[in-house]
Every structure is written in C-alpha cells, then in structure tokens.
C-alpha cells in the first residue's frame, strides 16, 4: 500500500502564492506518475495537473497554465504544487494522486492512490 499526505493549504489573498506538498510513504517503489486534483464546494473533483516519474512530462489544466508548477523530488518521495497568481475561483480541497502506471492521466479513475486533502481558500 501507498500512503499519501498532503500539506501546505490555507487562506491566501488573491494574486498570492501557495506551495502544498504531498509526501508518499510505503510500497513508494510501486508509483509512477503522479498528480493533483481538486474539488469546490458542490462541484466534482477535477483534475488540476500530472507528472510522470522522471519529472520530464507535465500536462497542466487549462484553467492553471502559466500560474501553477508541478514538479517532484523522488529521493524524498514528495510531489510539490507551486500555485502562483491565485484567484477565488481557485478555493478547493487539493488531492494529491500516485498511479503505478507513468502516463499522464487525468481523470479520477485512473489513479491507484489518494491523499485526505488539504484545504486552500482564496480571498478577493
């Protein structure tokens, strides 16, 4: 099993900036790509960003090109999600995701493992 924990989330003004990490723990050796989702208040969970093992592939939501960054660390099992020049309509719950396979998945099904979420919230 692979356990997945975010962290980084809070409350943020509009135009700021937020870095959230996601730190992956047990059979790590068995994940592949991974990547974030996110999911408002009433909506469904959408895919926000993925990135294969190497870190040489990403493929970012439209909605977050040009402000948000994902890149990992492999030596210390953790993917991070720089997100720069937030908006309100960014405020959800953020799930970090990790599949066995290295392709650059994007919907919810595809992805083996799931963090609990950590929230952000951005102000007007």
């Known amino acids: 099993q692979v356990q997945l924990v975010e962290s980084g989330g809070g409350l943020v003004q509009a135009g700021g900036s937020l870095r959230l990490s996601c730190a992956a723990s047990?059979?790590?050796?068995?994940?592949?790509?991974m990547g974030w989702f996110r999911q408002a208040p009433g909506k469904e969970r959408e895919f926000v960003t993925a990135?294969?093992?190497?870190?040489?592939?990403?493929y970012n939501a439209d909605s977050v090109k040009g402000r948000f960054t994902i890149s990992r660390d492999n030596a210390k099992n953790t993917v991070y999600l720089q997100m720069n020049s937030l908006k309100p309509e960014d405020t959800a719950v953020y799930y970090c995701?990790?599949?066995?396979?290295?392709?650059?998945?994007?919907?919810?099904?595809?992805?083996?493992?799931w963090g609990q979420g950590t929230q952000v919230t951005v102000s007007s």
């Open positions: 990135i294969t093992r190497s870190g040489g592939y990403t």
């Open positions: 047990g059979r790590t050796f068995s994940i592949n790509a």
């Open positions: 995701a990790a599949d066995r396979s290295n392709r650059l998945l994007i919907t919810v099904n595809d992805y083996d493992y």
